[in-house]
């Protein structure tokens, strides 16, 4: 397995250590006086929603990814609507891990504008900043894609989710997992033993029958049990890419 020993690049006037304030994701606490602010709600995108209500996103949203996994608004929708429990889990566990704990606080983000892409193009090959650049530009994807937070319930957990979802470019990025089918379902079945979640164990589970039998058949024998052993005992993820300089290798 290939796993973590440095950190992307994240700019700052001071270093590169990152704390971005994009609503949810400022380093205060919420006050009563936030609610205020939102007009009721927990942060600027959230939308309130009851236990009925989540049950009703999540089975229509769940539909809709099942029918397309590349519907991430659906998927999206789906985690936050179905990991309550998941998050908290999550959440605890970063509160116990230094690093963890920090993120919790300073609440850094993963974007565009705060990536040093210049000096990250002038890393060496095999450094975590120069791979996870080059997975970005290969597969032509841009970590502002993510979609901000709505339906979670808790200003702090809602950060979980969206830590969550920021990491998994690097993910694929540690894993050597392309962006097909085959390596969705590789970094679903990581994830899944990483997070709890429901919805990457929903994916883990039937996005294997949208392989091919030879993907199957390699998913089965060797990528799948890879993946969740790794997953079920590597540090988690969520807790890791803080700070550093993202110059230290990836290593076999």
Known sequence: MRRLSGAVLLKT?????????????TGQ???????KQYDGRLYPSHIPTSSVQKAVLALG???A??????????VAVL????????????RNRMRIDPEGYTILKERPRIRLSTLDLTQMSALPDGTLGREYLRFLEENRVTPDS??????VDDEELAYVMQRYREVHDLLHTLLSMPTNMLGEVVVKLFEAAQTGLPMCVLGATLGPLRLSVSRLQLLVQSLGPWALRNGGRARCVLSIFSNGAGSRTLMS
């Open 65 to 74: 990814a099942l029918k397309n996994p590349y519907r991430h608004d659906m």
């Open 13 to 25: 006037s001071c270093g590169y250590y990152c704390r971005r304030s994009y609503g949810v994701l």
């Open 146 to 151: 993510r979609a901000d937070v709505k339906f």
């Open 79 to 90: 985690g936050e609507a179905t990991g309550h429990q998941a998050l908290i889990k999550l």
């Open 29 to 35: 606490q919420y006050t009563s006086s936030d609610s």
């Open 61 to 63: 949203s769940g539909v």
